[in-house]
């Protein structure tokens, strides 16, 4: 066990080192993220050593159960084309300029607006899709509207990560915890609409009590009008996004997988795609791009991490974390506990320990899923969206320390997961 522990250990280290002082390196045009690499060598350490051996590995990676990682990424990643095809064609583009124009010179108009607009569309795609669309778009109105970003850019985040506990589908930990419990989509919904609510409520109050004196202040109108330019790829993009959510919350009915479904419907955009490209003849970009942009680097981490944390359960100390926590006050020692632990390993590898975790029971597994959530804006550290928010800030010249990101990460997070976490007690 010590030469698991070590080795995990350093390489956990050497994540948040890579993290906090080197998110990526660019060689020649090519982008490469150091913090793969370091779970890459952890997993090749584990698996040269034969802490995990590989005839283990082979049987989980093929086995036909929830807790199969391919099948959580292939969900995450046809989830996440489906999503990137609506960006690609302008539709997360268009409702934030459309919130814009309702709010006219109102800041706490335009600060409800694009709050609700975060937390709808994250809800029904997902975290990390949002924050890569609305942040650029909210650095550059800000600076053309003549208005501090800092009020919109927090709430953006900070009600990405919130608002994408309410579904399965809106964060990958969400997808790795549940699916290796067997939840299923309604039964998931179900039980977090409530937590998720009250959380994104007194998150929301906080957020105007914060910046309450910086959005009592006008702004200058600045409109732009918006349109999207293909109407059928628009409709394409949303029809299969509302038909890929109805037939996963009947999937428990109809005995079908949920990555199957999600599959098939990234698969059949594809190929509608492709047919409308061929009797156009021209190539269509916004398919192109959307492939382009998938986070491939996941797929990587998430097996790397697996095998890590498969290397840590096989040697016992999943084991020793279960018996740490004990079985009382189970909902906040999960909640907390992964919440923080978040913030030591990020929240995907938090996930996948976790969900190793033997004996769990259901409540124990919600509140994990809170923690994962929540966790990922109380530092940079926390979750990959965390990562990607700073980065792009530092892109757009907006000032953000890691000391901001703490001392707001605090203020909003412990009051969202207290109350979150009371709300899962009371329902379970």
């Known amino acids: 066990m010590t030469e698991a522990i070590s080795i995990a250990g350093t390489t956990c280290i050497g994540l948040i080192l890579s993290i906090l002082f080197i998110p990526k390196i660019i060689i020649k045009k090519i982008i490469i993220k150091p913090y793969i690499i370091i779970s890459l060598i952890g997993a090749i350490l584990f698996l040269l050593l034969r802490i995990v051996p590989i005839n283990d590995l082979t049987d989980k990676l093929l086995s036909n159960n929830s807790i199969n990682p391919i099948k959580i990424l292939v969900l995450f990643f046809s989830m996440t084309m489906i999503s990137i095809y609506l960006d690609e064609v302008g539709f997360f583009k268009y409702i934030a300029y459309k ?29 990390d ?12 109105f800000c600076k053309n509207a003549n208005i501090k970003p800092i009020p919109y850019l927090i709430s953006c985040f900070v009600g990405a990560n919130t608002w994408s506990m309410m579904l399965i589908i809106g964060n990958p930990t969400n997808i790795y915890l549940a699916t290796s419990y067997s939840i299923t989509f309604i039964d998931y919904f179900k039980t977090m609409a409530l937590p998720t609510l009250a959380a994104g409520t007194i998150q929301f109050l906080i957020l105007l009590l914060i ?16 349109k999207i330019e293909s109407k059928f790829d628009l409709i394409l993009g949303l029809s299969h996004l509302i038909i890929c959510l109805i037939f996963l919350i009947i999937s428990s009915y109809l005995n079908i997988e949920m990555y199957l479904i999600a599959l098939i419907c990234a698969l059949s955009l594809i190929i509608i795609d492709l047919i409308k490209s061929i009797i156009k003849r021209q190539k269509d970009l916004y398919l192109i791009s959307s492939i382009k942009r998938l986070p491939y680097e996941l ?40 919440f923080l632990v978040c913030n ?11 969900a190793s975790i033997p004996s769990l029971t259901i409540k124990e597994i919600y509140a994990s899923i809170i923690g994962s ?13 965390g990562i990607m928010f700073t980065n792009l800030l530092n892109n757009y010249d907006v000032k953000y320390s890691f000391l901001d990101f703490i001392k707001y990460g605090i203020i909003i997070s412990i009051p969202t997961i207290s109350v979150s976490l009371i709300v899962l007690s009371l329902i379970l």
């Open 129 to 140: 899709i949002v924050i890569l669309t609305f942040i650029p778009f909210i650095c550059y």
């Open 373 to 385: 959530n929540i966790g990922a804006f109380l530092t940079p550290i926390g979750a990959l969206a």
């Open 344 to 354: 030591l390993i990020n929240n995907i590898p938090m996930s996948v320990l976790y």
């Open 211 to 226: 910046f309450n004196k910086d959005l009592r202040k006008k702004m200058e109108q600045h409109f732009v009008e918006y």
């Open 299 to 338: 797929i990587i981490f998430v097996l790397s991490m697996f095998i890590i944390i498969e290397g840590l359960s096989l040697t016992g100390f999943t084991t020793k974390i279960y018996e740490f926590l004990g079985n009382n006050l189970t909902i906040f020692k999960y909640g907390y506990s992964s």
């Open 99 to 127: 919130s814009v124009a309702i709010a006219k010179t109102n800041q706490f108009t335009l600060f409800i607006i694009c709050y609700l607009f975060s937390a709808i569309l994250t809800i029904f795609t997902s975290n």
